[in-house]
């Protein structure tokens, strides 16, 4: 079992930059791929951005890249996802996920899930 726990939503203006992190205390992920995916209201969940076992391993939904950087640093156990130039349809709650197969880009692939952290993206 890998508990994941998401940091550092908040709100923010429209081109602003934020950086969101995904631990998973008491347990390394190393070995596994991690997911970041949204769900705005009302709507289903999304893929964002996948990094695999080894950094340099990263996979973008189209739509995504360019203004999203997912990365990892192992020794702290942490995947990070720097959000560059957010706009308002960026609002959602990011989740975290892992999984063992890189890269995974569906919902129902992901092993295990954080809870989320919220991010408000304003006009």
């Known amino acids: 079992q890998v508990q994941l726990v998401e940091s550092g939503g908040g709100l923010l203006q429209a081109g602003s930059s934020l950086r969101i992190t995904c631990t998973a205390p008491?347990?390394?992920?190393?070995?596994?791929?991690v997911d970041w995916f949204r769900q705005a209201p009302g709507k289903e969940r999304e893929f964002v951005a996948a990094?695999?076992?080894?950094?340099?391993?990263?996979y973008y939904a189209d739509s995504m890249r360019g203004r999203f950087t997912i990365s990892r640093d192992n020794a702290k156990n942490t995947v990070y996802l720097q959000m560059n130039s957010l706009k308002p349809e960026d609002t959602a709650v990011y989740y975290c996920a892992a999984t063992r197969a890189f890269p995974q880009v569906r919902v129902d692939g992901m092993e295990y899930w954080g809870k989320g952290t919220l991010v408000t993206v304003s006009s």
């Open positions: 990094i695999g076992w080894s950094p340099n391993s990263v």
């Open positions: 008491g347990r390394t992920f190393s070995s596994y791929a």
